[in-house]
């Protein structure tokens, strides 16, 4: 379970933050589509998002992200992200893409590479197993369970 009011914080120590992993709620951001333009051999829709207010623009710690979504299946296959100030800051490519809720129509990339272009650092992420809709018990998420011994 990840803290949904720190989506701005690094996830881990990598280039990538919570936000990136979690996702960012589409309502409290303003969309505009740019153009279609193939990306990784995919048709995409290339979309720029800019947050609402200065409340979700500081709680993202993005001023601007930009998306190229896959129109076969719209999961977004690179997204570039600028800092506060307006300059480039990072670029995460998603790849591997898996149907992880066939009824939903929701795709996971199972690898995510993500650029820090200020600091030029690189974080690959892999994921070997991924399962949607599972119900898990609020138990395992207390600090009594995660503390105990195996």
């Known amino acids: ?13 990598t280039d990538l933050s919570y936000g990136d992993v979690v996702g960012h709620k589409p309502e409290v951001w303003e969309h505009r589509w740019v153009k279609t333009e193939s990306f990784a051999g ?7 998002s800019s947050p609402r207010n200065a409340l979700v623009a500081e709680e993202s710690g993005y001023s601007k992200r930009i998306s190229w979504v896959a129109k076969q299946n719209h ?24 149907l992880v809720d066939a009824a ?7 690898k995510l590479i993500a650029k820090n272009s200020q600091t030029g650092h690189t974080t690959s992420i892999v994921i070997d197993r991924f399962e949607a ?3 898990v018990a609020e138990s395992v998420f207390s600090q009594l369970y995660l503390e105990r011994e195996e």
């Open 1 to 13: 379970r990840l803290a949904s009011n720190n989506k701005k914080g690094s996830f881990f120590g």
């Open 42 to 48: 995919q048709a995409c829709d290339v979309i720029e």
């Open 75 to 98: 999961a977004a296959l690179k997204v570039e992200l600028f800092d506060a100030g307006g300059a480039p800051l990072k670029t995460v490519v998603s790849s591997d893409l898996k």
């Open 104 to 110: 939903r129509g929701k795709w996971q990339a199972m």
């Open 133 to 135: 809709n599972i119900v």
